[in-house]
Nanobody
Framework: VQLQASGGGLVQAGGSLRLSCAAS????????MGWYRQAPGKQRSLVAL??????TDYADSVKGRFAVPGDNAKNTYLQMNDLKPEDTAVYYC??????????WGQGTLVTVSS
């Protein structure tokens, strides 16, 4: 299974972007799909996820601004609104199975200018 992320780019503060992540095939026994990000000099951290049951979870820093719709097993998105310069990072999509095996997509760069 390969994850393909897209949708990054340059946006002004207050703007919006929508990232997409598509799996090459339906992931069997998926636990969740989600998004991580890594800013320069920082560790990769969870941004948002959606579980197989449709439950979503968000980092405190993005609550109320980001949303993670998706079909839970093959495609997921990250709708980012009211973007801030501190949201600048490389964003990675990720999928995890119930047995603990995970898949990473390639990163997509989001740059928010002030």
């Amino acid at each position: 299974v390969q994850l393909q992320a897209s949708g990054g780019g340059l946006v002004q503060a207050g703007g919006s972007l929508r990232l997409s992540c598509a799996a090459s095939e339906t992931i069997i026994n998926i636990s969740f799909m989600g998004w991580y990000r890594q800013a320069p000099g920082k560790q990769r951290s969870l941004v948002a996820l959606i579980t197989s049951g449709g439950t979503t979870d968000y980092a405190d820093s993005v609550k109320g601004r980001f949303a993670v719709p998706g079909d839970n097993a093959k495609n997921t998105y990250l709708q980012m609104n009211d973007l801030k310069p501190e949201d600048t990072a490389v964003y990675y999509c990720y999928a995890k199975r119930w047995d603990g095996f995970g898949y990473w997509g390639q990163g997509t760069l989001v740059t928010v200018s002030s």
